[in-house]
């Protein structure tokens, strides 16, 4: 089974960059669609970037698209998310997940345990 180690989060002020990692075991890479989902108290869950295991297609919300990056390093088994111009909008918990196939299409079915983001 896969399993899902996030770290990076923190405190930053509004304007700057944080970059996210999370370490893939279980499986490899390539056959998952990897990528983060954030939530802030009180609100659902939100897709925020993902990449599907062949590493030729992304995905951003909209309210990040531009200033996130998704990636990944198969040989060090970890997935990323460079983020840059935050804003206080995107404080939350930030959760690496793993879905059943490489495509993205199929939603997520494995998450890590999450590691805090915040910007003031």
């Known amino acids: 089974d896969v399993q899902l180690v996030e770290s990076g989060g923190g405190s930053v002020q509004a304007g700057g960059s944080l970059k996210l990692s999370c370490v893939v075991t279980?499986?490899?890479?390539?056959?998952?669609?990897l990528g983060w989902s954030r939530q802030a108290p009180g609100t659902e869950r939100e897709r925020v970037a993902f990449?599907?295991?062949?590493?030729?297609?992304?995905n951003y919300a909209d309210s990040v698209r531009g200033r996130f990056t998704v990636f990944k390093d198969n040989a060090k088994r970890t997935l990323y998310l460079q983020m840059n111009n935050l804003t206080p909008e995107d404080s939350g918990m930030y959760f690496c997940?793993?879905?059943?196939?490489?495509?993205?299409?199929?939603?997520?079915?494995?998450w890590g345990q999450g590691t805090q983001v915040t910007v003031s």
């Open positions: 990449i599907n295991g062949d590493s030729t297609t992304t």
């Open positions: 997940a793993s879905g059943p196939l490489r495509t993205c299409a199929a939603l997520p079915n494995t």
């Open positions: 279980g499986d490899t890479l390539s056959r998952h669609c």
